[in-house]
């Protein structure tokens, strides 16, 4: 592994210096208006790290020149995750800050890099040259606005030829972001650019959580929730600088993005599918209730019924996964407090569903019990089962709802518990 003063005097560095526009007095060059906001800083500009020595000195000497130019109070934190090939060297020899990550991944990267910050503002930008940070005014601007999070946009900045795979740009962010908007009404149109501004008061707001590349999503959606003020500016996102493989690697860390926004959305991953399949369940064993049905040539009887009732089970207990994992998320602090919840554990009570959950069971107990008598009347003989199991069944999915709306009464209380 090359040393830190193989890295800095190479021959190569100058000439890449060069190549993208830095003058070459800037690369030894300490900002004075970086020096003098250190105690004070307005801005931090924060790169989270990871093996990054061939692009890191540039975007720092950018960021620096940004500050210098536009005479902006601010501070340079590298955020370093425990990179091997003299990151953190780089760093300090060009006057940035370096925070230690004990942990691997760009959220805990991010979290940490700004539990660390000094200024009222944190731009945060990846530290491959894929960003330019000598153009941070747009979202200084917005900040000074009052703007709570500022989102670069790349779809309307420009992507210049190689810098987002195909399906990045056509398939996942787009996804993502439209996604986000039917989930949670987020008024981004760019959920995964990686350059973006807040203040420290909302930092401490949303309260961020993720450790891995889901934590861009994280963001936005929290932000969202708390209904903190959100924008967006034009970025142009650029081929990156490195020569090794990048650390993105799209179809997991899409995956982990989408996962996120279902977990933080019980309505969407368990409440609406539950409603549909109860829905569909109740409809189709009424319709079957009276008797055998026809479509076609298939006659539908009560095998039908038997699996309508498993539906409607099957989609009570998906309902019920959203009161409980919305009230945990809110209990752990995932979510944010929501007063529609709060008014249905108002209204519905524990004693409520224990007495609902009685009745239920009461109601499926004597519809069996019904059945027993019939039979004992035949002699415990033979009995039709078309006729039977159009009792059987819906006493059996009492039975069940009855069973199950107790259990979660107590369950449901027990996690309220922990907020109170």
Same mark, same amino acid.
């Given at each position: 592994?090359?040393?830190?003063?193989?890295?800095?005097?190479?021959?190569?560095?100058?000439?890449?210096?060069?190549?993208?526009?830095?003058?070459?007095?800037?690369?030894?060059?300490?900002?004075?208006?970086?020096?003098?906001?250190?105690?004070?800083?307005?801005?931090?500009?924060?790169?989270?790290?990871?093996?990054?020595?061939?692009?890191?000195?540039?975007?720092?000497?950018?960021?620096?020149?940004?500050?210098?130019?536009?005479?902006?109070?601010?501070?340079?934190?590298?955020?370093?995750?425990?990179?091997?090939?003299?990151?953190?060297?780089?760093?300090?020899?060009?006057?940035?800050?370096?925070?230690?990550?004990?942990?691997?991944?760009?959220?805990?990267?991010?979290?940490?890099?700004?539990?660390?910050?000094?200024?009222?503002?944190?731009?945060?930008?990846?530290?491959?040259?894929?960003?330019?940070?000598?153009? /941070?005014?747009?979202?200084?601007?917005? *900040?000074?606005? !009052?703007?709570? =999070?500022?989102? %670069?946009? +790349?779809?309307? &900045?420009?992507?210049?030829?190689?810098?987002?795979?195909?399906?990045?740009?056509?398939?996942?962010?787009?996804?993502?972001?439209?996604?986000?908007?039917?989930?949670?009404?987020?008024?981004?149109?760019?959920?995964?650019?990686?350059?973006?501004?807040?203040?420290?008061?909302?930092?401490?707001?949303?309260?961020?959580?993720?450790?891995?590349?889901?934590?861009?999503?994280?963001?936005?959606?929290?932000?969202?929730?708390?209904?903190?003020?959100?924008?967006?500016?034009?970025?142009?996102?650029?081929?990156?600088?490195?020569?090794?493989?990048?650390?993105?690697?799209?179809?997991?860390?899409?995956?982990?993005?989408?996962?996120?926004?279902?977990?933080?959305?019980?309505?969407?991953?368990?409440?609406?599918?539950? /409603?549909?399949?109860?829905?569909?369940? *109740?409809?189709? !064993?009424?319709? =079957?209730?009276? %008797?055998? +049905?026809?479509? &076609?040539?298939?006659?539908?009887?009560?095998?039908?019924?038997?699996?309508?009732?498993?539906?409607?089970?099957?989609?009570?207990?998906?309902?019920?996964?959203?009161?409980?994992?919305?009230?945990?998320?809110?209990?752990?602090?995932?979510?944010?407090?929501?007063?529609?919840?709060?008014?249905?554990?108002?209204?519905?009570?524990?004693?409520?569903?224990?007495?609902?959950?009685?009745?239920?069971?009461?109601?499926?107990?004597?519809?069996?019990?019904?059945?027993?008598?019939?039979?004992?009347?035949?002699?415990?003989?033979?009995?039709?089962?078309?006729?039977?199991?159009?009792?059987?069944?819906?006493?059996?999915?009492?039975?069940?709802?009855?069973?199950?709306?107790?259990?979660?009464?107590?369950?449901?209380? /027990?996690?309220?518990?922990?907020?109170?």
């Amino acid at each position: 592994m090359s040393t830190v003063s193989e890295i800095s005097e190479s021959k190569s560095q100058p000439a890449r210096t060069e190549a993208l526009g830095i003058n070459k007095a800037l690369v030894n060059y300490e900002s004075p208006i970086a020096g003098e906001g250190r105690s004070n800083p307005e801005v931090t500009i924060l790169m989270p790290c990871l093996n990054e020595s061939e692009t890191l000195e540039v975007c720092i000497r950018k960021a620096q020149g940004f500050l210098d130019s536009n005479q902006v109070r601010g501070e340079i934190v590298v955020s370093d995750s425990g990179s091997n090939d003299g990151s953190q060297e780089i760093a300090r020899k060009c006057g940035a800050r370096v925070v230690d990550v004990p942990i691997r991944g760009y959220g805990a990267a991010l979290i940490y890099g700004s539990s660390e910050a000094r200024g009222k503002y944190v731009i945060m930008g990846d530290s491959d040259e894929s960003y330019d940070f000598s153009t /941070l005014q747009p979202f200084v601007h917005k *900040l000074r606005e !009052g703007y709570d =999070l500022v989102i %670069g946009n +790349r779809l309307t &900045g420009g992507i210049k030829p190689g810098a987002m795979p195909w399906k990045n740009r056509w398939i996942g962010t787009p996804a993502l972001s439209s996604i986000g908007w039917i989930f949670f009404r987020c008024p981004v149109g760019d959920f995964n650019c990686g350059l973006r501004g807040f203040s420290m008061d909302a930092f401490r707001e949303m309260n961020l959580r993720t450790t891995g590349m889901e934590l861009a999503s994280e963001m936005i959606v929290k932000a969202t929730l708390l209904k903190l003020r959100i924008t967006e500016v034009p970025t142009t996102l650029s081929l990156d600088g490195r020569s090794r493989a990048p650390h993105l690697r799209p179809w997991r860390d899409g995956w982990r993005h989408l996962r996120f926004m279902l977990l933080c959305s019980p309505r969407w991953l368990f409440l609406y599918p539950g /409603l549909l399949l109860v829905m569909a369940g *109740l409809l189709s !064993g009424a319709w =079957l209730l009276p %008797g055998p +049905r026809m479509i &076609g040539n298939v006659t539908l009887d009560i095998h039908t019924l038997f699996f309508s009732a498993i539906g409607v089970l099957i989609g009570f207990q998906a309902m019920l996964f959203a009161v409980f994992s919305k009230t945990f998320a809110i209990a752990d602090g995932l979510l944010p407090p929501d007063p529609k919840m709060d008014r249905l554990y108002r209204i519905f009570v524990l004693e409520i569903w224990l007495v609902v959950g009685a009745l239920l069971v009461a109601l499926g107990l004597g519809g069996a019990l019904s059945r027993v008598v019939i039979w004992e009347r035949h002699g415990f003989g033979e009995l039709d089962p078309t006729l039977v199991m159009r009792i059987v069944i819906p006493s059996g999915l009492s039975l069940a709802l009855g069973c199950q709306i107790i259990l979660s009464a107590f369950f449901l209380s /027990l996690l309220r518990m922990r907020r109170k």
